[in-house]
């Protein structure tokens, strides 16, 4: 059983800065491509960022590149996606999702087999 537990969010003024971090168990922590989705009220779950399970290779949304970077530390079984530049449109509950190695490089929730709880983000103006 694969668990993932989001934490991190928050609010913050429109361009601050937060980090999320997603714990995932240890014993499948290398086996799985990691991906970063958000939803905001009223609207489907969209993709923001992946990284692979073997070399640390990343991957975005066109929207996100810029201003989130995602990130592993393999030591702490754990994927960071720091948030910069932080707009009202970005205000969603972030999920951590882990899927197939072979899913790395796509950014559709249905390719992902196991989620989180969710981390709410608020960006106010």
């Known amino acids: 059983q694969v668990q993932l537990v989001e934490s991190g969010g928050g609010s913050v003024q429109s361009g601050g800065s937060l980090r999320l971090s997603c714990v995932v168990s240890?014993?499948?922590?290398?086996?799985?491509?990691i991906g970063w989705f958000r939803q905001a009220p009223g609207k489907g779950r969209e993709g923001s960022a992946c990284?692979?399970?073997?070399?640390?290779?990343?991957y975005y949304a066109n929207s996100m590149k810029g201003r989130f970077t995602i990130s592993r530390d393999n030591t702490k079984s754990t994927v960071y996606l720091q948030m910069g530049s932080l707009k009202p449109d970005d205000t969603a509950v972030y999920y951590c999702?882990?899927?197939?190695?072979?899913?790395?490089?796509?950014?559709?929730?249905?390719?992902?087999?196991?989620w989180g709880q969710g981390t709410q983000v608020t960006v106010s103006s």
């Open positions: 990284i692979s399970n073997d070399d640390g290779s990343t």
């Open positions: 999702a882990a899927g197939a190695p072979g899913v790395f490089g796509q950014l559709e929730a249905n390719l992902y087999d196991h």
């Open positions: 240890r014993y499948t922590f290398n086996y799985y491509t």
